[in-house]
């Protein structure tokens, strides 16, 4: 497949400067808006080209501003910047120099690919109107998108629409994922206070026993998705915590559970909620007990809209052909803070193949490395879409 991309001879030749790039951000992995060095790397690389740089948005948020010709049509292009906090595995030259934290989602790749493509747009200037390259902190579960949006990311920085990009394991290298509607799900959490009576566990009759109310909450919590969300619909409700008593012959007064919900309609997730509050009811009235409910929405649906995804279905069959772009890819039950730059203006989040996901090569595992072979291919689809989408009227 590595003939049949049509990538932009340019970033293709300047290949090996994109990797060093790419790899020195991997030596050098910065958590959720501690990203201080490389907001900085990113900036000056801006600068580097002549592109107007605004720093400081939702912290280390970096935003570029690249405006040619005479149309005020405007577009946002997005790549996370921030790493995990996890130890890596990997003992090649570019490993983590940071212990504890890790490039393990391609974040760095991420960076690297729109970089490259700031450069050739700013370089080339073949398109009429004005690119900002949206470099965000804090994706890995901090809400870095929501922060950016809240302070303003939208009425700084007007733009129609807003575009992002994820590499995928297991999606072979010269492939895109382009789905239209939900592609990743919310990442709602709950929190679960079981009030009993604490006693002598010898004695049961003279307690409320809150570690048997909590059993029966677990089993019945999976009736939700079973019977309380239409078969059709997705969902996911996952006790992930279970927390009570520390001694052997006392029932404890109080037991805390915790897990997660994950869902793809806003209508689902308020299914769930309305029927986990009846069944923690339900089973502090059956023993007794009182049950709060503490439930948290978190990261909304990911969800791409119609025509913005026709347009990046088409940008990416040009570059690698039609049956090397799968629009039929099961949405991922995981969560992304694109979200909430969706839930503001219309866009499309795609994938980009990282070839096989065998030896640790899976998101979030410590043997995890972004594949360099797709940085060019990353950057030419940036360069096609912002062309295409502004294109010299």
């Given amino acids: 497949a590595e ?6 001879e340019e970033i293709a030749a300047a290949r090996e400067r994109h990797v060093a790039l790419r790899r020195d951000i991997h030596a050098h992995p910065e958590t959720a808006f501690e990203e201080r060095r490389t907001a900085e790397v990113v900036a000056e690389r801006l600068e580097a080209c002549g592109i107007e740089v605004h720093r400081g948005l939702a912290g280390t948020g970096v935003v570029g501003r690249l405006g040619v010709g005479s149309s005020r049509r405007a577009i946002g292009l997005r790549a996370d910047m921030d790493a995990l906090p996890l130890q890596e595995r990997n003992t090649f030259p570019h490993h983590s120099r940071h212990p504890g934290k890790m490039h393990a989602c391609g974040h760095d790749g991420h960076v690297a690919m729109l970089l490259a493509a700031a450069e050739y747009l700013a370089a080339a200037r073949n398109f009429d109107g004005i690119v900002h390259f949206i470099f965000q902190p804090a994706e890995e579960g901090d809400g870095g998108g929501r922060v950016m949006v809240e302070e303003g990311l939208f009425e700084r920085f007007p733009m129609e629409s807003v575009y992002g990009m994820h590499n995928w394991p297991g999606l072979p290298t010269g492939q895109f ?3 239209s509607g939900p592609v990743m799900a919310c990442a709602d959490r709950f929190d679960i206070t079981i009030s009993g009576r604490g006693g002598h566990a010898a004695m049961p009759q003279q307690g409320v026993d809150s570690i048997l109310a909590g059993a029966t909450l677990v089993q019945a919590l999976q009736s939700v998705v079973s019977r309380n969300v239409d078969p059709l619909d997705s969902a996911v409700l996952s006790v992930t915590q279970f927390h009570g008593g520390e001694v052997y012959n006392v029932t404890p007064s109080e037991v805390r559970l915790g897990g997660t919900v994950r869902a793809f309609q806003p209508r689902v997730q308020d ?3 309305a029927a986990m509050q009846r069944i923690c009811n339900g089973v502090a009235a059956a023993f007794g007990a009182s049950i709060g409910l ?3 929405r978190g990261y909304p649906p990911t969800v791409n809209s119609a025509q913005q ?5 088409s940008v990416a069959a040009q570059l690698v ?10 949405p991922s039950m995981g969560a992304e803070d694109f979200s ?3 839930r503001e203006r219309p866009g499309c989040y795609v994938w980009i193949g990282n070839g096989p996901g065998e030896g640790g090569c899976t998101l979030h595992n410590p043997h995890f490395d972004f594949n360099d072979d797709i940085l060019p291919l990353g950057a030419t689809y940036w360069v096609r879409l912002a062309e295409r989408i502004l294109a010299d009227a």
Avoid: N, W
């Fill in 309 to 313: 995804s026709e347009v990046c279905r």
């Fill in 3 to 8: 003939t049949t991309m049509k990538l932009i």
């Fill in 294 to 296: 503490d439930y948290v």
């Fill in 321 to 330: 052909g039609d049956e090397q772009v799968h629009s039929d890819l099961p």
């Fill in 177 to 179: 994922g382009v789905t």
């Fill in 271 to 273: 299914a769930v909620e």
């Fill in 340 to 342: 909430y730059l969706l």
